[in-house]
DNA sequence: GACTGTTTCGGAAGCGTTTCCGTTGCCGAA
DNA sequence: TTCGGCAACGGAAACGCTTCCGAAACAGTC
């Protein structure tokens, strides 16, 4: 019987069950009122004829798409991937679609906001690792689904993050305990993000603690650069071209401090005998280069992020904020001053 | 007058612009068979009601999906998430939305393949950095789904890829040039692979570059990981127990080699001065750590692979194989033996 | 035993397109 | 004048689901 290869629909799946269309469509989506006995057999028809419902028809016919759009800047960066990473595990686990949708820069950022209301392709949306405007928060609102956020800073939305300026702290004044009092900032904004919304607690810690700790703020040892790591290269030799260079450098994130480890090695200078250096994140690579961080739970976030928003869209209360906490990590790259 | 705000469709575009819902859908998709006159009307009447297809309603009616699907293991590592970039900016750039699943280990491969949760909803998948299986092709073809291949080795679909081979040559060739004759292999392979599909041109072109140049191969010297810089770090420590260690170390990837330049300096030998190492890929962090590495353009391939997919997907002919060319990267890693 | 309430289930009406088949109207050729 | 051919257009059947509404079955209550 060489039959078959027809594409099979519910019809078929409900006519094999032996219950109607309807029976059908609700054991299939786990809606109320069925029996429990009806929709294994149901269910274990579907999976026999390894069948799936046509999102399409679905949502033609008023249900849900079983998509949930992802917005992430910078995929191919550690951070960012590991947040998807986690976030996409516990959507697949329930079923869900994930739609990918990668901005990186102001104008591709616009583009997406700008038209994604227009078409109903998903439930729900996950902003991921970056504040959203305003202007923007007009639009998701048109959009009538579901959002969720994850990995930025204070968001309107449900949303799960670390606290920065905890995070920053941590670092601070892990240099501040061992005796460093000429301490560095590289802090790295984004490029890509408008400046409004550039989360800033990296930096506020900073000043936090000198204050704190009664060390007045030398701003020639402050510099700013876009992220990524060759930038702190380069703010590093400037800090080096200081009549008084740092005798540490705290570096708001793992790949800025890379960068800036790179030049104190060229410069034959030693770490941390000589200067010491802190990032933040807990980057892979920070394993590998003997580098002190403070380490965000990333993959955690983006796993939270999912499961609130599963909730969410199950009808259920969830806590509108989760703040993971973050940990120093002591690694080979700091130590106290020299003499 | 009030009314309105009911939500508008193919048939109010048709009725306004005095023409039937056939004509209407011709004149929208700029299908053939239209005149030019009607067309216009159409479409400047659709514009005035600010009238959108329904995506749902048009695919369910038998056009494509507009979707497509990526399958990729370990996003979180920089090469997979650079290839997906590439990948999805060229696809997005096509109207196109990406459904993302993420592979990891044995288990999520083998649910994939085995459960197809993109089944009816793509019009095409595209198997990014990983080899498919024989078993698992057959699943595949049971999508009934144009399918494309990307950074992983030859496959049986349309594909891009490096030629390992001649890139491992090319370190190891790098090696042998600048002196060195007791080289130091790290093999990396993946635990969440079949052993079957693990590619090996970068093991190959180890043993045929020693031959090529008259050096007897010393099984001691080669160290075989998992991926993952760590495990780099715990077989440059096996290798340095060695009674003769190597002078130089060629590692399948920079995290190996990473791993393997942790160990040395907490040996506290120096590099390249008492160890010259080298990776493959050129990870962002190759250039912050003064890696000398065999270059990849990674994100490219997954450019490549969707404009490839693209002309596949208009029915264009396109090549069948696609081998993107590596480089050698001098940075400060690699130097003569000593003495 | 009649009645009410609760589950479980089926019929069938949409949802908004695309596309298969025709039909209509017009033009030029015979 | 008739007719074949062709471009332009219309009717209506899918497409595959969800959900409203009502029927049936059954349990519990007085």
Redesign the pocket.
Known sequence: MAQSSR?I???DVARAA??????A??A??N?Y??????RRRVLAVAEELSYV??PE??R????ATGRVAVVVPHISRWFFATLLEGLESVLRAADLDVLLYHVDGIEDRHDFFHRLPARRKVDAVVVLAFPVGEEEQRRLELMGVTIVAAGGQHAPYPNVCIDDETAARQAMDHLLFLGHRRIAMIAAVDPDQPDEVQPSGRSNAYYAALRDAGIPVDEQLVETVNWGGTKGADAMAKLLSLREPPTAVYAHSDEVALGAVRTLRRAGLRIPEDVSVIGIDDHPVAELTDLTTVRQPVREQGELAGRMLLRILRGEETEHDVVVPTQLVIRGSTAPPRS
């Open positions: 594409k629909n519910m019809a032996g219950v109607s269309m309807a029976t469509s609700r299939l989506n809606d009122g069925v029996a429990e006995a009806t419902v046509s028809a679905s033609l016919a008023g249900g």
